[in-house]
């Protein structure tokens, strides 16, 4: 029995024990973080070994603890996750490793039963933080099954050096694809990049007024219960260094999506003018994405004609018990922090009507 259970422990789930601390929670009863991987670092500690502090999308510190700086060659993976272990040591959150959750419930009681390999916890509210990683986007093409070669998501990547001198189409618009095409190309490969639409590079800086503006839309899908877009997918490409290096070296030039894959490569039905019929790979490497990590939910039935979660700010509209941090317009560091801290004021407020809650929370 535990007043609030969060599932999750990387920055969002982090960012709500914090406050849940902040607000009189103790562990225990009042609450507890259930994380399923073996060590602290969320999906930081599951980047690529190339990933570097020089070459990270952007790190926004968690409450009440700045992250300092590391060098900018180390490992994103060995950086961020010694960052969040130095969190959770310093504010003593409740978090229990590992603990996979299967399920959430409706309870007797009026509570939410979160079922998992480690037993069950009855809770009067849960905060929802397993994000995206452990479920990579495989879109399905004709002819995947017959490719003699490797095909792998971005999630398995295991670096650059695996594929030198190796024919490698790389598929998807987004950072992530751009990251590992350019990094795949200067280390030796021969790359293809396919894209479904034109990539959208932005040159201008991101300011305070477009990433309110990135958020509103996507929070507009949430609260109309569509798949969320991500918050870093709507901002476009920024235009770095590297990007303009590789803009000279060719690497850059895409192609329109193929229409099937064949045993040796990938083919266009009917190619748009200077697009080939056929590109020879010994890779197609799946930068597709992810998609929120809710199949435990499923037993909630909360999912609207539109496919996604209605939402109003983090709270489910048809559980208002359910606070989801890190999803949709909080799928982001800085927003998940925000996020977090408006869960637990709802969710203080949701319990305070039935008997005395916590402390109120602090400015």
Known sequence: MTDVVVIGAGQAGLSSAYFLRRAGFEPGAGYVVLDGDHAPGGAWQHRWPSLRMATVNGIFDLPGMPFEPPSAHERASVAVPRYFAQYEEHFQLAVRRPVAVRAVRYGPQERLMVESDAGTWAARAVINATGTWNRPFWPYYPGRETFAGQQLHAAAYPGPEPFAGRRVVVVGGGITALQLLTELAQAGAATTWVTRRPPVFRDQPFTREYGREVVAMVDRRVRAGLVPQSVVGVTGLPVTEAVLEARRAGTLD????????????????APEPGTPRTVEADVILWCTGWRAALDHLAPLHLRAPGGGITMDGTRVVLEPRLHLVGY???????????AGREAVREIRSLLSASEAAPAPLAA
């Open 254 to 269: 895409r192609l329109p999506m193929f229409d099937r894959i064949t045993p040796s490569g990938v083919a266009w039905d």
């Open 328 to 338: 949709g317009p909080s799928a982001s560091t800085v927003g998940a922090n925000r």
